[in-house]
């Protein structure tokens, strides 16, 4: 694939010069146009785009293409066992940059549309979700840490703040000292950027303080954290050595996941198929098996669409809170 151009050190997303280039062309744009066009994109959704064209040029598909050539690569690329999700991206992949390009796109033509409808009829179109980790879960995770230990501590933090927070792991790794304002009654602590938040508005989430006592207070488990480590700034949950030593960079999403399966091996809970995102589903489904409402939920989560809110309430025993559960006049 092209290597992407850069004029005055600003990336964009997408550029018209070569079929594999995406950069727009920036001639005659001022310094502040330029700047808005770089953060019209989010980068790892460039990324991911970038990688979608490369895998249908290596296929052999040409750029700009036709409604004949789209249709038949994704057709391939569903014998080759794709899913269907996976083929659905690489269609707007493909749709976005004839769009960019200024060309009119195939993939919203009849045939283009068809076979994705006709791959998705003849899959299994049930999406994999992560499964949801209850609290009990939580507290067996949490039960198996040292917390006398940096690792313990910041990973019990970590988890608890996940967990109470519905953060992605994502968000939760890029938490800085100044991104949480303390309150008498807990934290509120301020998202820069979210997988849904595309434009860099501002979004908040409120944690509460458990009753003084509780053992598994992730307001207090912060601030036993912060103390320890003596962060006063920057990001929160940082790399530590083997040795203990505390560093400077803070902890990726990769790391917090191979933390996460250490303690669920620890707590014996492996099997159960957990992932980061199991936090996120965890607390919304607790919480609405708790009598929350959904407005209450949302706030915590961030969801805006009802449907997507929905998907996350997993119901850990399909015998509970069920609608049948009377018998008697």
Same mark, same amino acid.
């Given at each position: ?17 070569? *079929? ?22 989010? *980068?790892?959704?460039?990324?991911? !785009? ?6 249908? #040029? ?10 004949? $050539? ?16 996976? &083929? ?13 390009? /200024?060309?009119?796109? *195939?993939? +919203? ?10 791959? +998705? ?18 507290? #067996? !995770? ?17 988890? &608890? ?22 309150? *008498? ?11 849904? /938040? ?6 908040? +989430? ?14 207090? !488990? ?20 083997? /040795? ?10 990769? %790391? ?5 399966? +250490?303690? &669920? ?19 919304? %489904? ?7 409402? $959904?407005? #209450? ?8 669409? #009802? ?23």
């Amino acid at each position: 694939m092209t290597v992407i151009r850069r004029r005055r050190a600003v990336a964009a997303p997408f550029s018209r010069p070569e *079929p594999g280039d995406l950069t727009v062309n920036q001639e005659g744009l001022t310094r502040e146009a330029r700047r808005l066009l770089a953060q019209s994109v989010a *980068p790892n959704t460039v990324r991911a !785009m970038r990688a979608d064209i490369r895998v249908y #040029q290596q296929a052999g598909g040409p750029l700009p293409a036709t409604e004949t $050539d789209i249709a038949n690569y994704l057709s391939a690329q569903n014998s080759l066992g794709k899913k269907p999700a996976t &083929l659905e991206r690489y269609a707007n992949s493909l749709h976005m940059w004839h769009r960019y390009m /200024n060309l009119p796109s *195939p993939v +919203k033509t009849m045939a283009v549309r068809s076979v994705l409808r006709g791959i +998705k009829k003849s899959r299994d179109m049930r999406q994999a979700s992560s499964p949801a980790l209850r609290l009990k879960e939580l507290h #067996q !995770m949490l039960d198996v840490m040292d917390q006398e230990t940096l690792h313990g501590l910041r990973d019990s933090t970590m988890f &608890l703040l996940s967990f109470y927070g519905a953060f992605r792991r994502s968000e939760i790794v890029v938490i800085g000292y100044e991104d949480i304002e303390w309150r *008498p009654e807990g934290i509120i602590i301020t998202l820069h950027h979210s997988k849904t /938040n595309r434009s860099g508005r501002i979004e908040t +989430k409120s944690l509460m303080r458990a009753p003084a006592g509780s053992e598994y207070c992730p307001v207090a !488990m912060l601030e036993q954290w912060l103390a320890t480590s003596s962060i006063t700034k920057g990001a929160i949950f940082r790399r530590i050595s083997s /040795n203990g030593r505390l560093g400077a960079g803070r902890l990726t999403a990769q %790391t917090l996941y191979t933390r996460m399966r +250490k303690a &669920l091996k620890e707590a014996g809970l492996t099997s159960q198929g957990y992932t980061p995102h199991s936090f996120r589903a965890g607390f919304i %489904t607790e919480a609405h098996l708790r009598g929350k409402s $959904d407005v #209450q939920i949302k706030r915590v989560s961030g969801h805006r669409d #009802q449907r997507t809110f929905e998907r996350y309430i997993r119901i850990a025993d399909a015998f509970e809170d069920n609608a049948g559960d009377f018998f008697s006049i």
